[in-house]
């Protein structure tokens, strides 16, 4: 993108920085040169003295932090869960303007959506007095909505709230106790003041006559834009756990409402533990005697656990708290900080699973994940996730699976290459050829493309398809006690095509964010990651770090992981020792 100064001659350059104030010219510097250095730290000198001005008695406790980007009051807090947050959020308004009498009804509260409270303009002042009056002392912020983005929160009884905005997003913001920013306005509450019309006739050109006295929504939503003098009928439904207003002919659910059970199933392993270590040299001895074994199958990084469980878990609670059940599969082993006796989380071990006991042990991935749908009480639908997979901000069910059932998947851009799967190949690659062979002789059509990391949206009774429809090669990858160029890749990719020219899968979005740990980018791209936090999910893969030193990778993730999931998850026993 040009800059200014681009197109400014020197000379002109020199008088304005001769001629103009210096406060004014760091304010300005950006546009000509760039953000720097310089102008961060004056931004933030200025956004620090404005908070130390805030009176105590409108900090309700909270600290001055920040995200990297702004300075905020923050609220310190020991747990967090989106939903929680978004519920304390609408609790914050829905509560003031009950006590002040203020008509209002509560439009948006599906699970883990903003949520976003309605009050007809001519009850907008009022709802500005209630919202300062019963506010000011809790340290809560206020903002206008412009184009959906928040402009220049204030503190409420600090500053007032603007009286010509027809759209407030109401918040805390949270941190942790020693002051790690965890949340802000993207969980607030949204207030909107919905026009009354003031005679009858057409909001536009070609638009549908409506009567006088309409509520006119300032923006789209979800539910409704127009609601008519009949249909501004108040029902009381029960919304996070408190009866609220809510229109009477919004009916909950909707569309797109998912209200299907969603569990999740981890796969995990710690290849440190010397009795798992000595179970895998003599398989692996065992295998070798009886053919080659691919590197990429027995490469120690496939094995090495970070501690990745344990902040996968962490950002499943805070992100994606409507989450059913947990399951983690493993081979007899449990995390030294895991609260196995959780009622929401069940360690699984493979012999549970597997059909073929003759098969174990085994350290083949694709043969763990062929048997996922024995699980015992799996719900239909579930999501799949490697323990390098996480969740990287609030997301909604929908984004995996839709309210009548279907599941999205998200293709990747990388190719499967041509040809047939060669001993050469890796892994990956011989799967997903094999997988495309798979599809063209069941269904006619060739894919292409691999599948992001991601969090895989499944369904049990295709995955219980597959291992009879393709009962050999199903058969054959669950035999293999190490990764081959005969396996197939089922939940990860095959799942996913089988389920959609089944009728049952469609292709999703999803704002992904994939790191290559071994790759020397890594730390400044995770940097980036942290500051912004602007991804739905993210993957911290170990493709292949075999010869470079674990203790410095470890060191680097686990720095960057306890930065971004800071506090432990109601999944962990209580620290003590070096577990600390």
């Known amino acids: 993108m040009p800059r200014l100064a681009d197109h400014l001659p020197h000379n002109l350059k020199v008088r304005l920085l001769r001629r103009v104030p210096r406060a004014w010219w760091l304010r300005v510097r950006p546009l000509v040169h760039g953000t720097t250095d310089v102008q961060r730290r004056y931004r933030d000198r200025r956004a620090t003295r404005a908070l130390a001005s805030v009176p105590h008695r409108l900090r309700g406790g909270a600290v001055t932090v920040s995200n990297g980007e702004e300075n905020w009051l923050a609220h310190p807090t020991t747990t967090f869960s989106s939903v929680r947050v978004l519920a304390d959020n609408l609790a914050l308004v829905a509560d003031a303007l009950e006590t002040h009498g203020v008509e209002h009804v509560v439009l948006e509260s599906e699970t883990n959506r903003r949520r976003l409270v309605v009050v007809p303009s001519d009850a907008a002042h009022d709802a500005r007095v209630a919202l300062e009056s019963e506010l000011a002392p809790s340290g809560a912020y206020a903002a206008p909505v412009s184009g959906g983005r928040v402009v220049r929160p204030r503190i409420i009884g600090h500053r007032a709230i603007p009286g010509a905005a027809s ?12 002051r790690q920013f965890l949340s802000g306005s993207d969980l607030g509450c949204d207030v909107q003041f919905w026009e009354e019309t003031s005679q009858d006739g057409p909001l536009a050109l070609g638009s549908q ?10 923006r789209r939503n979800h539910w409704i834009d127009v609601v008519e003098p009949e249909n501004q009928a ?9 009866t609220r207003p809510t229109l009477a002919r919004v009916s909950h659910p909707t569309l797109d409402s998912v209200r299907t059970p969603i569990d999740v199933v981890y796969t995990w392993v710690d290849g440190s ?5 000595e179970r895998y040299a003599r398989t692996l001895r065992e295998v070798k005697g009886a053919g080659a074994v691919n590197r990429l199958a027995t490469n120690s990084s496939r094995f090495l656990s970070r501690d990745e469980l344990r902040y996968s878990l962490r950002s499943l609670e805070m992100y994606a708290g409507w989450v059913n059940h947990v399951y983690v599969v493993t081979d007899a082993q449990v995390p030294s900080w895991l609260d196995a006796s959780h009622p929401k989380i069940t360690v699984v071990d493979h012999r549970d699973i ?6 174990l042990p085994t350290f083949n991935s694709h043969a763990i994940e062929s048997q996922l749908h024995h699980i015992d009480g799996l719900s239909e639908h579930f999501l799949y996730l490697n323990d390098d997979v996480f969740f990287g901000r609030s997301v909604e ?7 009548n059932g279907l599941t999205n998947f998200f293709p990747s851009t990388a190719k499967i290459n041509l040809g047939g799967p060669a001993p050469e190949d890796w892994p990956v690659m011989a799967a997903g050829k094999r997988n495309r062979d798979l599809v063209l002789s069941a269904f006619g059509h060739q894919v292409t493309n691999k599948m992001k990391h991601v969090p895989h949206a499944m369904r049990r009774s295709v995955l219980e398809e597959i291992e009879q429809t393709f009962a050999e090669d199903h058969g054959r990858t669950s035999r293999a006690q190490f990764r081959s160029d005969s396996d197939i890749a089922i939940p990860s990719s095959l799942a996913h095509y089988y389920g959609y020219f089944t009728g049952r899968a469609v292709p999703g979005s999803i704002a992904y964010f994939y790191a290559d740990i071994a790759r020397p980018d890594t730390p400044a791209r995770l940097e980036g990651l942290l500051r912004k936090r602007n991804f739905d999910v993210f993957c911290l893969n170990d493709h292949d770090s075999t010869g470079i030193d674990p203790g410095t990778q470890a060191r680097m993730i686990r720095t960057f992981l306890q930065q971004y999931f800071p506090l432990p998850s109601s999944f962990e026993r209580a620290p003590h020792g070096d577990e600390a």
Do not use: M, N, Q
């Open 167 to 178: 759209h407030l997003r109401v918040f805390r913001a949270l941190c942790t106790p020693d």
């Open 209 to 218: 006559p409506v009567p006088a006295g309409t509520w006119v929504a300032p």
């Open 234 to 242: 108040v029902a009381l439904r029960e919304v996070d756990g408190r």
């Open 273 to 277: 533990d010397p009795t798992w270590e």
């Open 354 to 359: 597997f059909t073929d006991h003759d098969s």
């Open 397 to 403: 069910p929908s984004r995996f699976v839709r309210s």
